[in-house]
């Protein structure tokens, strides 16, 4: 878990983005507040997500396996519901029927 949650933060680093991070681990009330607002679909079997989950203010975008295909897909700032800097390219997949 560890290694996921550095490795979201490294790369928010990287892109500039500010980000506030919540202790789950020590503060109950972030436990709780992560659990309530991580979708149903979106929670394991069991019901309980484990970190690292990842919110825009209230808005859920998803865990680090979608993270991670997000930056594998260069679309993280979609991913976070953010606008991309000017300049920055922005991947577009087109699906033909």
Same mark, same amino acid.
């Given at each position: 878990?560890?290694k ?5 933060l ?16 020590? $503060? ?10 991580? %979708? #149903?679909? =979106? ?15 209230d ?8 993270f ?5 897909? $260069?679309?993280?700032y979609?991913f976070l519901?953010?606008?991309?800097? %000017? #300049?920055? =390219?922005?991947s577009v997949?087109?699906t033909f029927?």
């Open positions: 878990i560890k996921k949650q550095q490795d979201v490294g790369f928010l680093e990287a892109l500039k983005i500010e980000y506030a991070q919540l202790d789950i681990a020590s $503060n109950e009330e972030n436990r709780m507040w992560m659990r309530e607002n991580v %979708p #149903g679909e =979106k929670k394991p079997s069991n019901g309980i997500p484990l970190p690292p989950q990842i919110f825009n203010e808005n859920y975008c998803g865990d680090y396996d979608t991670f295909d997000a930056k594998e897909d $260069n679309s993280v979609e519901g953010l606008t991309p800097p %000017p #300049g920055f =390219k922005v997949v087109l029927v």
